[in-house]
């Protein structure tokens, strides 16, 4: 059986990133950085786009070596731990260890066992159309970014249920929704 998670940091106008791309706007706190480690349970795998890939193994693979941040050095060992898969059709190869890639939706559909995809707007909007996306974990930050870069493009109307609502770090408002 495969069960997937998307967890996504938005805008109050649910952009994913600046009008330029810029990810320079979220904030993380305490909190927000336990619910980031808390989130891949034991025995998932990470799932990512092209664009999100290519920022996620420019950083992580040595994050903990080169950042004080206290979040970064947590992360960065599950991180590199964590089984990942990167979805892709420009890509011909990924180099990273316990990385695999695959090519379609269809291919993410044959897969078993429980994924969290981080980031993406394509991807994620193409697993919610195809009603793949069993759960959103969608963190709201205070601040409008204008610009195209949508949540969950080209998903169409899709019913979720809320399961959980709570502020992370007096600022973050993070909600979980199941696939209704």
């Excluded at 909190?31 to 999100?52: M, N």
């Excluded at 009603?131 to 979720?160: E, K, N, Q």
């Amino acid at each position: 059986m495969r069960r997937i998670t998307h967890h996504i940091n938005v805008s109050l106008d649910g952009r994913i990133c600046g009008p330029n791309g810029e990810f320079d706007w979220t904030t993380m706190g305490p909190e927000h950085s336990a619910y980031s480690r808390a989130i891949q349970p034991a025995g998932s795998s990470l799932l990512y786009g092209r664009v999100v890939w290519g920022w996620m193994s420019s950083y992580w693979p040595h994050a903990d070596e080169v950042s004080t941040d206290p979040h970064d050095r947590a992360y960065a060992p599950l991180w590199r731990a964590t089984p990942k898969v990167v979805a892709s059709r420009t890509l011909d190869t990924v180099d990273a260890e316990n990385t695999v890639l695959v090519r379609s939706v269809d291919e993410i559909a044959a897969l078993e066992g429980d994924f969290v995809l981080m980031g993406g707007g394509e991807l994620a909007g193409a697993l919610t159309a195809a009603c793949l996306v069993d759960r959103l974990s969608i963190i709201v930050h205070p601040v409008v970014l204008g610009g195209d870069h949508a949540l969950l493009p080209g998903a169409g109307r899709s019913a979720f249920t809320l399961r959980e609502s709570r502020v992370l770090d007096g600022s973050a408002v993070l909600s979980m929704y199941d696939r209704a």
